[in-house]
């Protein structure tokens, strides 16, 4: 994470039945939890997925990446760390670090593209545009 990146923090509990049989959280729950810290992060500036979505907005998820350092496990109290790398004029990408006592976990991007209801490529509105350039330029 960028040093003096603002970013949002989202504290949980890996359930049991979020593991495998090896004990650990299986590894597409991850994704999960970093769909929570990104729309965390949007609500914490004022903004919402439901607000966007009934203004006929849909971010579409297009691109993963993943790197997983230690593995989480059962009953572990996990923080999702996630931040803004970049916003174009019809996309952003999201950064996140999962982290148990500031050990590093994963690392993750995801970038996704702002669509119409017909999931027809669209500018990001204006508003959010605002809040997410506030958010680069602290």
């Known amino acids: 994470m ?7 923090r989202v504290r949980l509990r890996v359930r049991y039945g979020e593991t495998d049989r090896m004990g650990v959280a ?7 939890w970093c769909e929570l810290g990104r729309t965390e992060l949007l609500r914490q500036l004022g903004t919402s997925y439901r607000a966007l979505e009934d203004d006929g907005v849909l971010l579409a998820v297009v691109d993963v990446g993943f790197r997983y350092h230690a593995p989480a496990r059962y009953d572990d109290e996990i923080e999702v760390r996630t931040w803004l790398l970049e916003r174009r004029s019809r996309s952003l990408t999201f ?17 996704l593209v702002a669509t119409d209801a017909a999931f027809r490529p669209r ?3 204006a508003g959010l545009r605002a809040v997410l350039d506030a958010l680069v330029d602290r």
Not at 103 to 111: C, E, I, K, M
């Open 123 to 125: 500018p990001l509105p």
């Open 2 to 8: 960028p040093n003096g990146q603002p970013h949002g």
């Open 95 to 111: 950064g996140y670090r999962i982290v148990r006592d500031d050990a590093r976990l994963a690392s993750a991007y995801t970038v």
């Open 26 to 32: 299986y590894h597409p729950h991850y994704l999960v």
